[in-house]
């Protein structure tokens, strides 16, 4: 019933619906689609992403401006962050770029909203706006 | 009702719905890279599933997501996955162009 949320449902280790997860092969090397999903034009117009952990980051679009901070940053492997909307929960995304032979990377996103990611993590809910909240959970 | 999501069109076609107050099978093959047939075909599915709620204004049908059985976690998952999907189509383009 719940196998609708990705590509591949035996990939799912935890059956909830507040979660998103896809899955993309590209013809590019992983420092390359790297380059392109932490700069602007992808995640949004423009993007500022401190890359260390609890480092800002900023979304900005026509559609909607979203604030959050990083959570890891594994250059060119892994990229965990928060981020919302004003006055909305953050939702945790996390990029994850392997090799997978003859110039090829598959990505993996996962975007989840905070009851599940609760679960996962077994953390409080950071608050977006709040100061110390992302540092404590990167540490965590 | 999650049957008619299981493709990523119909979702992608349910957030630029829940975008806007209502819109036209027109106006969605504008904004989506499918025909106008293609989206009335989906638009169907998800009216069947209860999802979207059609209403006559003039010659033209208008549908408005069903705030009803699309419950929060569902509209988020149509919405943000929607969201997603455009952007990996936009990074498969930019990798294979």
């Known amino acids: 019933m719940t196998d609708w949320i990705a590509s591949e449902p035996d990939r799912i280790e935890r059956p909830t619906i507040e979660r998103i997860e896809r899955e993309l092969l590209l013809q590019a090397t992983r420092e390359q689609v790297w380059n392109v999903v932490t700069s602007g034009g992808w995640l949004a117009e423009t993007v500022e992403l401190d890359l260390v952990p609890g480092g800002d980051a900023n979304f900005r679009s026509r559609a909607s401006v979203k604030t959050g901070w990083v959570e890891d940053a594994s250059m060119p492997a892994r990229l965990a962050f928060w981020w919302a909307t004003a006055g909305e929960p953050a939702t945790r995304v996390e990029l994850t770029l392997e090799p997978a032979g003859d110039g090829v990377t598959r990505l993996r996103v996962v975007e989840a909203r905070p009851l599940d990611v609760l679960d996962l993590v077994g953390t409080p809910l950071p608050r977006v706006g709040g100061r110390s909240f992302g540092p404590a959970l990167a540490a965590a | ?97």
């Open chain 2, 1 to 97: 009702m999650f049957g008619a999501l299981s493709d990523p069109t119909r979702r992608a076609l349910l957030a630029a719905i829940a975008r806007q107050p209502a819109a036209t099978a027109t106006e969605l093959a504008s904004e989506l890279p499918i025909s106008r047939q293609a989206v009335l075909k989906h638009l169907t599915a998800l009216a069947d599933a209860g999802l979207l709620h059609r209403e006559r204004s003039g010659r033209e049908v208008r549908y408005r997501v069903t705030p009803e059985p699309l419950s929060d976690a569902v509209s988020w998952m149509a919405a943000v996955g929607g969201q997603w999907d455009e952007r990996l189509a936009a990074l498969e383009r930019r990798f294979t162009g």
